[in-house]
């Protein structure tokens, strides 16, 4: 699957050469979930994943 710039320019922002994620994108469900920030973890909107932050 191709990824459009305008769509990149939502989850990445370009940092010199370094690309940076602005938000930390679900594994398992793929580019475009994101994760939602908690003060010790991150939580998919989409499949309710967790994954703690270490
Ligand atoms: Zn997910």
Redesign the pocket.
């Known amino acids: 699957m191709e990824l459009e710039a305008k769509q990149m320019s939502e989850y990445f922002e370009i940092e010199g050469d370094k690309l940076k994620r602005k938000y930390k994108q679900?594994p398992?469900?793929g580019p475009g979930?994101k994760?939602g920030e908690h003060k010790d973890r991150h939580v998919?909107?989409?499949?309710?994943?967790t994954i703690v932050k270490k």
């Open positions: 679900c398992d469900c979930y994760m998919c909107g989409n499949c309710s994943k």
